[in-house]
Each structure stands twice: as structure tokens, then as C-alpha cells.
């Protein structure tokens, strides 16, 4: 069987650094605030320059979803590997509650779950990154949309289902995010019983007629 060969010496050192990096700064970031951390505080917690931090990041935004990105990776990855006989629906909504379930193996080499999950929520309360995580969320829905429509066989560019399903999907995890992030209940268990609740609602929603005088005016009829 083929293996990937092991990083040297060099490599791993490189990804320690960073990996220190990412954790310095969303410690610093849930603790102190986004706006109120500086780039050189990041550096200083983990004893290098402000020239090695630039090294790894373009500034304190990258690092502050880099550990979102890994999730979002192994979310694409996971979408990916449902079996084909799953609607495109059933088969995000198996793969996102999969990527909740499997969250502590995807990060667990660079940061704590608790932590990522507080980091969660400031970007969630964070006017600043909040409108990054929405233009990084805009770009997760075209490629899934391409992934959906490869899955199903269909041109994304002539056949809008795959678009709509997509559009569906992340707006129901953008309410899950909101939701979550204004309780109390933080943890991984909280968002993904929501995520189950809220994505259970999708049928419902769609299909049913919510009025219910018009219901009773109906059945009246």
C-alpha cells in the first residue's frame, strides 16, 4: 500500500511554528478581543518576530480562520465520499452532521475543540470577521454547488438545482450559526443538535403550508 512520505525535519518544524501560531492567536483573540490583539502579542506568546508571523499569514484574519478552513476541507471531503444513491439534500446533511461528529480528529494536531468552538462564536459576534466568514461562505457555496452538480451529473452553469439546493443548505447553517452562537450552551453538541433540528425543519418548510387560519379556512371549506 502506498504510504505519503514523512515530513523532515525542517517540515515539521515549519508546521509546529505555525500551528503554535494559530492556537497563540485565537487564545488571544477569545481572551482579549480581535480588534484588541495586535500582531506583535501573537508573536511575542510564542517567541518569534513579527517578520516570522508574516511568514505563515498575510495578517491576524488568516490566522484567525485557519483552523475554520481545516473544518470547511474536511466538510468537502466528506461531501465527497456520500454514497451516490443519497440526494444532494441528504448527502450534505449526513456529511455536515459526520464533520461535527469527527471534528476533534480534523483539528485536534493544532487546537483544542473548546477552542475552536469559542473562536467560533467570536467570529459569529465579530462585525469584522463575520463579513469575511460570510464572503469565505459565499465561495464554499459555488464550490459545492460544482461538487453537487458533479455528483448528479449536471451542468452547474445550465441547471440551477444545484445552486438551490446549496443556497438552501448554508441557509439553514447560517441561522444554526446565529442561533448557537447567542445561547449558552457552546459546545460541539449544542450546534449539532441544532444543525439536526434545523435541517430536519428543510422539508417542512418547503412544502407545508404555514398559515394556519388559512389551513382552518380550508378545511372549513
Known sequence: ???????????????????????????????????????????DAVDVSQR???????GKEEAAFAVLEMAEAHFLDLVRERPPHESPLEAL?????????????TIESVIPVELHMRAFQLIE??????????RRTAELEEELAR??????????????????????????MRVTGQRWSAGDDLSVEAIRALTT?????????????????????????
Open 1 to 43: 500500500m502506498d504510504t505519503l512520505p514523512r515530513p523532515g525535519l525542517r517540515e515539521r518544524k515549519k508546521q509546529r511554528t505555525r500551528d503554535e501560531l494559530v492556537r497563540a492567536a485565537l487564545e488571544l483573540f477569545t481572551s482579549k478581543g480581535y480588534e484588541r490583539t495586535t500582531v506583535d502579542e501573537i508573536a
Open 52 to 58: 516570522t508571523f508574516f511568514r505563515y499569514f498575510a
Open 93 to 105: 446533511r449526513r456529511a455536515v452532521l459526520e464533520n461535527w461528529d469527527t471534528l476533534h480528529e
Open 125 to 134: 459576534s465579530t462585525p469584522t470577521l463575520l463579513a469575511v466568514h460570510l
Open 147 to 172: 461538487l453537487i452538480a458533479e455528483r448528479e451529473g449536471l451542468d452547474v452553469d445550465t441547471d440551477p438545482r444545484p445552486r438551490v439546493a446549496v443556497a438552501v443548505f448554508t441557509g439553514v
Open 197 to 221: 433540528a434545523y435541517l430536519d425543519q428543510v422539508g417542512p418548510a418547503l412544502a407545508k403550508n404555514w398559515n394556519i387560519q388559512g389551513k382552518t379556512d380550508d378545511d372549513a371549506a
